[in-house]
T-cell receptor
Framework: EAGVAQSPRYKIIEKRQSVAFWCNPI?????LYWYQQILGQGPKLLIQ????????DSQLPKDRFSAERLKGVDSTLKIQPAKLEDSAVYLC???????????????????FGPGTRLTVL | GENVEQHPSTLSVQEGDSAVIKCTYS??????FPWYKQELGKRPQLIID?????GEKKDQRIAVTLNKTAKHFSLHITETQPEDSAVYFC????????????FGAGTTVTVRA
């Protein structure tokens, strides 16, 4: 099956410029995640969508970062204006959404895209 | 929120030897612990996971152990091979925040031929 697609793969911008990243999840995956991975660190969740609704955006710097998933499929993440500390790899991941009987959620594996490496000069 | 610490940050082993990576977590409600492998320039990929209702899980040369009382879990790779060279991340999650993953900082494993 096709995996999670992301574009662009690389982006170099100057500080205070704007940038946008695109993600296409695996077909049928209702849950979509955006992570920021700074060099030498583990991925940090920025925002999580369930279909087109936001589940968790507690770690998204909302003064400069925004994300949307208007039709519940593709998603875009935008940074405006960018800062030097935004240099990182931005990973998109997706997973199925399923419930067990009684309303319990079951964990479904998150599949990651190749990421977009952002360099802010 | 959940805090996951991972040690060591780098690990060099001779081919054929074993590698062990340890992680601790802070939230006693966490009940799902996946391990991801990330090769240079590539995406993270799940290699093994464990749920809190078991203490150990094996998959060929890879095993994971979990100590809920001490709130730590470990990844064991036996008979290491050059293709095991990568960065390994542990993570912890609990169900009632929609399985949000909190990752450790990663361990760079180098297998010397």
């Amino acid at each position: 099956e096709a995996g999670v697609a992301q574009s662009p793969r690389y982006k170099i911008i100057e500080k205070r410029q704007s940038v946008a990243f695109w993600c296409n999840p695996i077909s049928g995956h209702a849950t979509l995640y955006w992570y920021q991975q700074i060099l030498g660190q583990g991925p940090k969740l920025l925002i999580q969508f369930q279909n087109n609704g936001v589940v968790d955006d507690s770690q998204l710097p909302k003064d400069r970062f925004s994300a949307e998933r208007l039709k519940g499929v593709d998603s875009t993440l935008k940074i405006q204006p960018a800062k030097l500390e935004d240099s990182a790899v931005y990973l998109c991941a997706s997973s199925l959404f399923s419930h067990l009987a009684g309303g319990t959620r079951t964990y479904n594996e998150q599949f990651f895209g190749p990421g977009t490496r952002l360099t802010v000069l | 929120g959940e805090n996951v610490e991972q040690h060591p940050s780098t690990l060099s082993v001779q081919e054929g030897d074993s590698a062990v990576i340890k992680c601790t977590y802070s939230d006693s409600a966490s009940n799902y612990f996946p391990w991801y492998k990330q090769e240079l320039g590539k995406r993270p990929q799940l290699i093994i996971d464990i749920r809190s209702n078991v203490g150990e899980k094996k998959d060929q040369r890879i095993a994971v152990t979990l100590n809920k009382t001490a709130k730590h879990f470990s990844l064991h790779i036996t008979e290491t091979q050059p293709e095991d060279s990568a960065v390994y991340f542990c993570a912890a999650s609990r169900p009632h925040n929609d399985y949000k993953l909190s990752f450790g900082a990663g361990t760079t494993v180098t297998v010397r031929a």
